[in-house]
């Protein structure tokens, strides 16, 4: 049986911990530190790290690989177009990882990064994806390298997915996307339900995480270029006709970034 845990790092990243625990086997998704996955292992005794996965460069999901590999002897699997430190199984679209038993599908999604890839694991009964920082619950990463005519179509292969698939993404974005999803989508009534929900549970401290493919359809602005209502909000931010789905996308991203 797998079970998943998020370990926080900084002020708002999440690694991912997958746990198999008839073996006690272990693995984490882009460990930008060491030391909250060198915690856990302590805490809970004879448990192995066998596998770092990552899903792109940036060192906020890579600067505690060399220190784990180090100490644990993982296998890190990374992106085979982005220079990973410690890398020993380099990942391209359409490749496969199987870890802990569970055989990942390689998924390349350029856009927040050139290289990025994605997990995702058509698993029964639930689905697992592991998006970095290509999709955040109800938003996307910032195109630091790539460019909309690459990203939305990743975004689009990544909506999708089967419905029941659960979203594992890299960072607690979740409240702030969704008060951007609000000004695009005002009338939206699963957007408002859900930014009542996550305002809830972050003034608990709680966790918005996983999130649905399903639920990304329905309240994530930028999966939603298609919709009507959705491209009027980026014509009228941008102040004329977006002509493309991608279009629309980019208006969109440009707008949030000075949101």
Known sequence: MIQIEALRAFSDNYIWLLQDTAKRHCAVVDPGDAAPVLAWLQAHGDWTL???????????HVGGVQQLKQVTGASVHGPAHETIP?????????????????????????????GHIAFYSDRTPTPLLFSGDTLFAAGCGRMFEGTPEQMQPALQRLASLPESTEVYCAHEYTLSNLRFARAV???????????EEVTQLRAQQRITLPSSIALERLTNPFLRTAVTSVKQKADEWKGSPNN?????????RAWKDSF
């Not at 066998?50 to 906020?60: E, F, G, K, V």
């Not at 038993?101 to 856009?111: K, M, R, S």
């Open 50 to 60: 066998t596998d770092i996965l990552i899903t792109h460069h940036h060192n906020d």
């Open 86 to 114: 410690g890398r020993d199984v380099a990942l391209d679209d359409g490749d496969t990882a199987t870890v802990l038993g569970i055989t990942f599908e390689v998924l390349a999604v350029p856009g927040h990064t050139l």
């Open 185 to 195: 989508e005002p009338s939206n009534a699963d957007i408002q339900r859900r930014f």
């Open 244 to 252: 493309s789905q991608i279009a629309v996308f980019a208006a969109l």
